[in-house]
């Protein structure tokens, strides 16, 4: 049994031995610095632009799934019931956007106060900027995927 408990022991010194030189070499490839400011922009930015992307996506995936199915319910005369997908499809599109843009506002600040904190306050207006234009990108998705399904029932009256 003390074999086995020695054996453990050294096990968990091996471990933390890694740890250590691990720690230590990734401090030495950056001169003995602390956290390095573009590294954290970075990927900040790769975050922010993944999830914008695939927000967008879904925006349209979601507008085209609703206006196929909404130009079908026309065309067989079931306005009511085209209107209901309408009306779900936006309510879709609404929450999933409002949970975009507050997945990527809170990564935002707490980006821009990790950058403000390592002193780059140019790096953080840049990242701010950028979160800014990426925002903007997601509500004009929102806002046209919305606008498409609206337009859907112009020839059938007011939408």
């Known amino acids: 049994m003390q074999t086995l408990e020695k054996r453990s022991a050294i096990v968990v010194i091996v471990i933390a031995m890694l740890l250590v030189s691990s720690v230590s070499t990734t401090a030495e490839a950056r001169g003995g610095r602390g956290p390095d400011p573009q590294g954290i922009f970075d990927r900040c930015v790769d975050f922010i632009d993944h999830h914008t992307e695939r927000c967008n996506n879904r ?22 019931a085209a209107r209901e997908v309408a009306a ?9 956007t409002a949970q975009c843009i507050e997945l990527i506002r809170r990564r935002c600040i707490h980006c821009a106060e990790r950058l403000v904190a390592l002193g780059e306050d140019r790096l953080a207006a840049r990242l701010r900027e950028h979160c800014a234009q990426q925002l903007d990108s997601i509500k004009n998705h929102r806002d046209r995927a919305i606008g498409f399904i609206r337009s859907q029932f112009r020839a059938v009256g007011s939408g």
């Open 59 to 80: 925006t349209v995936r979601h507008a085209k799934e609703a206006v196929a199915e909404i130009r079908k319910l026309l065309e067989a005369g079931e306005v009511e």
């Open 88 to 96: 779900e499809a936006i309510r879709k599109i609404e929450a999933h």
